[in-house]
Nanobody, 115 residues
């Protein structure tokens, strides 16, 4: 079956960095656009970053532009989110999502930015 497994979350101080990974199995990874979403307590889930299937194009939420970078390794079936200059408001559960004409979600990984 299809599995998306996120890792790399944790507790970090403001200004710090984290790198999230999402390992995908059970589908042809290179055919799917991949994205990262996040959901903070009491808020709706929001799109953070997206990368096309071949990795040729990326899009970012305005709130993370110039701080976060999405990338993918189609040989390793993995998508990454490098998060730099983290802010308190980046605290959320981060989810990866695979979509083509079907959509799959990971279980999420907690990122907490706190001093």
């Amino acid at each position: 079956q299809v599995q998306l497994v996120e890792s790399g979350g944790g507790l970090v101080q403001p200004g710090g960095s984290l790198r999230l990974s999402c390992a995908v199995s059970g589908l042809t990874f290179s055919n799917y656009a991949m994205s990262w979403y996040r959901q903070a307590p009491g808020k709706e889930r929001e799109l953070v970053a997206l990368i096309t299937s071949a990795g040729g194009r990326t899009n970012y939420a305005d709130s993370v532009k110039c701080r976060f970078t999405i990338s993918r390794d189609n040989d390793k079936n993995t998508v990454y989110l490098q998060m730099n200059s983290l802010k308190l408001e980046d605290t959320a559960v981060y989810y990866c999502r695979a979509n083509r004409w079907d959509v799959y979600w990971g279980q999420g990984t907690q990122v907490t930015v706190s001093s």
